[in-house]
């Protein structure tokens, strides 16, 4: 019997609506609410260095109110460790983070970061916070990741969802090895990022991976059919392509 795939929804687009007027609607931690009853196994948010979307009392109150896991997204730094061990969430996820980007723009360099990372690391888990690297699905990184002491990686499917045709199909092959290569290494393995309910179903087929986080789609559906609406054709897709349906 295949494993549950779960479902992680990022509700930092909530937040980026909330602040383009710097007022309090949409909230995000009511969005994070509707999202669970709506299916979310978990809620994802990233504070950013720049607070562009998500605030620290975003992550408080999505920890105090929200009735399921947080995954705290956040750079690897001394001011984002100090928040996290504050707030503990079930999980953080380490990505790289530039100040000028729209958005994550690759995996975390975790090969030959060890100095760096292996301290973040290594405070975070001292708290009994999960510790997951967003790495590109590449056999070093993960490897890397395995060997600084990762808990889970979450491989980026940025490249597979940008991608069209064949290069897509390559580009699934990668995750479908990345996933097997961290299976054998003993780390739980994730995906996310661009997920679409065009792209959504070959990844869930991979039984390796046991989560996706998805957040900037799903936002955007709402728009259109409500964020409840959303989730649930999501759901459904995730299920369909595990073979759960
Ligand atoms: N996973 C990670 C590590 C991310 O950085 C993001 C984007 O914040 C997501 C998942 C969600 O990506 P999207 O908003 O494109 O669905």
Redesign the pocket.
């Known amino acids: 019997m295949s494993q549950f795939l779960r479902l992680g929804v ?1 509700i ?1 687009h909530v937040a980026t609506l909330r602040n383009a007027r710097g007022g309090v609607h949409p909230d995000p931690v009511e969005a994070a609410k509707l999202a669970v009853q709506a299916g979310a196994n978990g809620i ?1 948010a ?1 504070l950013r260095e720049d607070r562009r979307h998500i605030s620290d009392v975003d992550m408080e109150r999505i920890k105090d109110e929200v009735d399921a896991p947080l995954n705290f ?1 956040m750079a690897a730094t001394d001011e984002m460790v100090a928040i996290a061990t504050n707030v503990l969430p079930h999980a953080c ?1 380490l ?1 790289p983070e530039k100040r000028q980007e729209l ?2 723009e690759g995996g975390l360099m975790v090969a030959g970061a060890h100095n760096q990372l292996a301290p973040h690391i290594g405070r975070l888990q001292d708290e009994g916070i999960r510790v997951s690297l ?1 790495v590109d699905p590449v056999a070093r990184e993960i490897e890397a990741a395995r060997e600084i002491g990762a808990d889970i990686i ?1 491989l980026h499917a940025g490249p597979y969802t940008d991608a069209q045709g064949d290069a897509r199909a390559a580009e699934l092959t990668r995750l479908i090895d990345g996933a097997k290569l961290a299976k054998s290494l003993g780390l739980e393995c994730h995906a ?4 679409n309910f065009e792209t959504v179903e070959d990844v869930a087929a991979i039984q390796s991976i046991v989560e996706l ?5 799903l936002v955007g559906e709402a728009i259109f059919v409500g964020l409840e609406q959303s989730i649930r054709k999501m759901r459904h897709l995730m299920d369909a392509g595990r073979g759960s349906a």
């Open positions: 990022n930092d994802t990233h997204e996820c990505v958005t994550t967003f979450e996310g990022h661009g997920l986080n998805i957040g900037h789609f």
